[in-house]
């Protein structure tokens, strides 16, 4: 066989570098589906990435916990800590469009009650808000406000990095959820389409693997005197994260026989609370 008849074989730098590509505009996908930041158009879009962009999900949280640490870190140089936290939840709530609140709220509407399957899911597409869902927004928000408040007094580094690894590991729990139970809604007009197909093994994998290694980072960055307890926070926060994301799969498994967008919204803002009050749980008794 001559030279120019041999099949041309693509160099493996090539490849990496393509799958590198590939990896970034999926992040950016992801970016885009889970906040207000706009994507430039040279991105490109095929509609097979918002289902893997959901690997990146904890990146994105990781990101939303910067922004709100950076708010935390500079109102903290003009007002108390509870106003500095209620301005860092200001901050996140409005770089997310209240997304997720979003999905707390109407899912604890449609399964507050004691309404069957199908009444609740004719509830939880309704645009109006119900007195289940607002007074568990009400909660959810005074919770984390109170949470951030406390993290900021007791200890203003364990509190920023505990704002970036809170919404990073709960952006992960929806991604388990949707690889553990199938979809309970009406895929053709899912709030949240391309999450109503299971992700696969390896998707789970990447997102927890972004979860290790932003608390790894985290801990070799800290300076040595607090890495106890910032080890503490992690380990204390990692196990009331995966409780938390085991008690969703089992109470939506057994209201709705699966997910919904709006109970992965729901669930990443209960597991963000509970990571948060593990953190502070460390901060205060580490």
């Known amino acids: 066989m001559t030279e120019e008849a041999r099949p041309q074989q693509r160099p493996p730098a090539a490849g990496l570098l393509q799958c590198a590509v590939h990896e970034l505009r ?107 869902g607002a007074v568990a927004l009400v909660l959810a928000l005074g919770l984390k406000v109170a949470t951030v408040a406390a993290l900021a007094a007791a200890d203003l580094a364990l509190a920023l990095t505990g704002l970036v690894w809170a919404h990073a590991v709960s952006r992960a729990a929806p991604v388990v959820l949707v690889w553990q139970l199938p979809y309970a809604g009406d895929a053709e007009h899912a709030k949240a389409k391309p999450l109503a197909t299971q992700v696969a093994p390896a998707g789970v994998a990447a997102a927890l693997a972004w979860v290790v290694a932003l608390g790894a980072g985290a801990w070799w960055a800290a300076a040595t005197g607090t890495r106890p307890t910032l080890l503490l926070a992690l380990l204390l926060a990692g196990t009331a994260a995966a409780v938390a994301t085991a008690a969703c799969a089992r109470w939506l498994r057994r209201r709705l026989g699966g997910f919904t967008g709006d109970t992965l919204g729901a669930t990443q803002q209960i597991v963000e609370g509970a990571c948060l009050l593990a953190w502070l749980a460390a901060a205060t008794h580490g």
Do not use: N
């Open 26 to 132: 999926l992040a950016a996908v992801a970016l885009q589906f889970l906040t207000r930041v706009p994507i430039p158009r040279r991105v490109g879009f095929e509609p097979a990435w918002l289902h893997q962009c959901v690997r990146h999900f904890p990146l994105v949280g990781a990101l939303v916990g910067a922004w709100g640490a950076a708010v935390l870190w500079a109102a903290l140089w003009l007002w108390p800590p509870w106003v500095a936290s209620v301005l860092s939840l200001i901050a996140t709530v409005w770089l997310t469009g209240a997304f997720h609140e979003d999905g707390l709220a109407d899912t604890c509407d449609g399964l507050g009650g004691s309404v069957g399957r199908e009444r609740a899911l004719e509830i939880m597409k309704d645009s109006r808000i119900g007195t289940y």
